[in-house]
């Protein structure tokens, strides 16, 4: 026999839903082509557009910037053909030099040379140090280029003084027959053009600057990074201008980096004279932005549509499916025995022929059909029958594969397993495959084999075997320790065998560990304890014999000492007593005498014990008036009273007013005692781990004690069933409640 999960047959999928889902399939295919096609060209068009209008910006933002040196050097010129320095006396040539330079702010100093290149005059906004080199650096170079009958343009320079972009532009000086007399120079403060670059508008958001062939920045909004003599070669305008030559293909607008290391669209100018070039760059967003708008309405559109298409498909998917529905729902009626199913379709086309055809049938076995109620009431039976017969075994085989415990079914004649949950399989290391090959014995050892064979035939005369301890043998060879309960059962009609194996090897081995370490501590507390009591026993015995005199007479205070001594060793040994016993009672071989105890009574005897602590100390102790039977160990409930009271002595402070108040009240189970005292209090931050062995309180660092007071007393407590808190506020005192349930 086999358990087995049903098949899951394939769902249908009703007529309007399909219809439905065909006319919006259709539609949405419909409306994303045509969307995407026209989302496609837009942005084709609008690239085309974003292209030409950066190339626009780009040429007027050359002009902008050529102009300005245009404009300088024509400047230059008309000072040459007007002013005809060479004709002039020297006093005049340096006044028409110096109002040139008065005239133009971004002459940073003019120099006149003759053709032999040597200074006629110079003129300068700064101190004479420093210029003559940098003009005789290039001189050859200008006079080359102006006796050409060109006009000379350096590479850009940075100031090492200002850290200002600075250029030499050179024309030629030549008489009334154009003759080549020498050279007028201007050093041009580029500075003035970061103005003309600042000015200018690319778009809402966008930007220009100005770059020469080495990828030098010359102007741009951000005069730091121009100060800094930034080299941008590592944006692809730039690299592209630095490497591009005269005459090569033009480039086409793209996606890239920035000035800003932002996404860019980017086209540049180059202008010539001189061999500079204008960068202009907009942001992709704004670049984009009319396509973006377009995407957004037509989405906006396509939802529209498609919702537009979903309503009007549900509604003809419904218009069209419903006479089928009808007969659908007529005819499962009919086949159940509701002969008396009328279908009511009005339509003239196939469908109502078909209608008309089924209410013929109808009534033709409504006629015909004899006992047709007895013959419906054992049909439904029947299918309630099946259907509590279907659930009770999904529910059976849902138990039977969720349970975390190994549960499986076996031939009660063979002792052959027939089933195995994944937990029986995974507690073995066995397949179901492999299980259904093996028997009870097969997983039993040789010593418990004679015990399963009579278990298995208990249950072969339908008999329970009660649940029981029994190892087993997984197939690595390793054994674990189980509780087994089987029980026979019907299952399909054939008798079976349940049974159920509980893993329990993990209890076993911590009981194994707990006894270990229980055994340790007791072991090890007895080694201590028994360590202390000779010091204590020489130390009582030399204490005993100085209160009788045997070293000499006492006085009336060393009697007192002698006898608080005595005390105190008395109250060591009670307390070594007690670790014992905490130690025993928590090794679970420590028994309890319990017997009847008077709660007022001991409390008055451990006062008055603890006598040696409170000294000197003016406290006021308040004691129960009433005198409750309490059903206790007396010695162990001395002990964790000592403790309790010791420690309210011990820390009740230094204030005027110091009590200790001891007493019980009755709630509904077993009386509450406690003790409270108005001393230093417990710091927050120590108050978890109190009961811990070897705790204290973060505030008692002046008084001495070992840590394990509490401990031993919440052992004494737990070892009654009772339990033990605190409430505890520092600087305000602390209050202890314990209950004993004397059982």
Not at 112 to 125: F, K, P, Q
Not at 476 to 505: F, K, Q, Y
Request: hydrophobic share 40%.
């Amino acid at each position: 026999m086999r358990i087995q999960s049903g098949k899951k047959t394939r769902g249908y999928r009703s007529l309007p839903v399909t219809l439905t889902l065909a006319f919006l399939v259709v539609s949405l295919s419909i409306l994303i082509v045509s969307s995407g096609l026209e989302i496609f060209f837009n942005f084709k068009r609008q690239q085309l557009n974003i292209g030409m209008q950066q190339h626009l910006a780009a040429l007027n933002a050359a002009g902008s910037v050529g102009s300005y040196i245009q404009e300088r050097i024509g400047l230059l010129n008309a000072t040459v053909r007007l002013g005809k320095l060479l004709n002039v006396p020297l006093n005049d040539r340096k006044v028409i030099i110096d109002k040139l330079l008065g005239i133009e702010p971004s002459f940073r100093r003019i120099v006149l040379l003759d053709a032999e290149g040597e200074d006629l005059s110079c003129v300068s906004r700064r101190s004479q140090f420093g210029l003559q080199s940098t003009a005789n650096a290039t001189k050859k170079e200008i006079l080359h280029a102006v006796k050409e009958g060109t006009t000379f343009i350096s590479p850009v320079y940075i100031d090492s003084a200002s850290s200002e972009p600075l250029v030499m532009v050179a024309v030629a000086v030549t008489d009334a027959f154009g003759d080549y007399k020498g050279a007028l120079l201007a050093e041009v403060n580029l500075k003035f053009m970061w103005d003309v670059v600042d000015r200018m508008e690319i778009g809402r958001t966008g930007l220009a600057y100005v770059v020469d062939r080495r990828g030098n920045l010359i102007a741009a909004r951000d005069i730091s990074r121009v100060l800094r003599g930034e080299n941008l070669l590592r944006l692809k305008d730039v690299a592209e201008f630095s490497r591009r030559t005269e005459g090569s293909p033009g480039r086409r607008i793209g996606i890239s980096r920035g000035f800003a290391e932002t996404y860019v669209v980017s086209d540049y100018v180059a202008l010539g004279m001189p061999d500079w070039a204008v960068v202009v760059e907009l942001p992709v967003k704004e670049a984009f932005e009319p396509v973006i708008s377009t995407i957004l309405i037509t989405m906006g559109i396509v939802i529209g549509c498609f919702l537009i298409a979903a309503f009007v498909g549900i509604y003809l998917s419904r218009r069209i499916s419903q006479p089928i529905i009808m007969l659908r729902n007529a005819t499962a009626k009919i086949g159940e025995g509701r002969f008396d199913t009328r279908i009511s379709v009005k339509s003239t086309d196939e469908i109502g022929e078909l209608a008309q055809s089924i209410n013929r049938m109808s009534n033709d076995l409504q006629r015909t059909t004899t006992s047709l109620d007895n013959l419906n009431r054992e049909i439904e039976e029947r299918k309630k029958t099946e259907r509590a017969l279907a659930e009770s075994e999904k529910n059976f085989r849902r138990m039977f594969e969720i349970t975390s415990e190994g549960v499986a079914l076996i031939n009660p004649e063979t002792g052959r397993f027939i089933a195995a949950n994944p937990a029986m399989c995974s507690l073995f290391g066995y397949s179901e495959e492999q299980f259904r090959r093996l028997t009870l014995e097969d997983i039993t050892p040789e010593e418990a084999k004679k015990t399963v064979r009579q278990s298995m035939q208990t249950l072969a005369d339908r008999r329970d075997v009660p649940d029981h301890e029994e190892t087993a043998v997984c197939k690595d060879g390793s054994r674990v320790n189980v509780i087994a309960g089987m029980h026979h059962m019907s299952w399909n009609g054939e008798p079976v065998c349940h049974i159920t194996l509980t893993n329990i090897t993990f209890l076993k081995d911590i009981q194994e560990q707990l006894r270990k370490k229980n055994r340790e501590i007791l072991e090890f507390t007895n080694m201590v304890t028994h360590d202390l009591r000779k010091p204590l026993t020489a130390m009582k015995i030399i204490l005993e014999l100085a209160g009788k005199g045997s070293f000499g007479a006492l006085d009336s205070d060393g009697a007192e000492a002698i006898s608080t001594g005595l005390e105190a060793s008395r109250y060591m040994q009670e307390m070594l007593e007690d670790l014992m016993s905490c130690a025993r009672l928590e090794s679970g071989t420590q028994e309890l005498i319990m017997e009847e105890v008077r709660f007022r009574e001991l409390i008055a005897a451990v006062i008055a014990r603890l006598k040696y602590l409170i000294g000197e100390k003016e406290i006021i102790f308040d004691l129960p008036k009433e005198d409750p039977l309490i059903r206790a160990d007396k010695k162990q409930l001395t002990g964790a009273l000592m403790n309790l009271v010791g420690n309210a002595i011990n820390y009740i402070g230094t204030g005027p007013d110091r009590r200790i108040r001891i007493g019980w009240k009755q709630g509904e189970g077993p009386p509450v005692l406690f003790i409270e005292d108005n001393g230093i209090g417990i710091p927050e931050a120590s108050q978890k781990h109190l009961f811990e062995k070897f705790t204290r309180g973060g505030n008692v660092h002046d008084t001495v004690g070992s840590g394990l007071g509490l401990f031993i007393v919440k052992c004494i407590v737990e070892a009654h069933n009772g339990k033990i808190w605190f409430e505890s506020e520092e600087g305000k005192g602390t209050t202890f409640y314990f209950t004993l349930s004397g059982d």
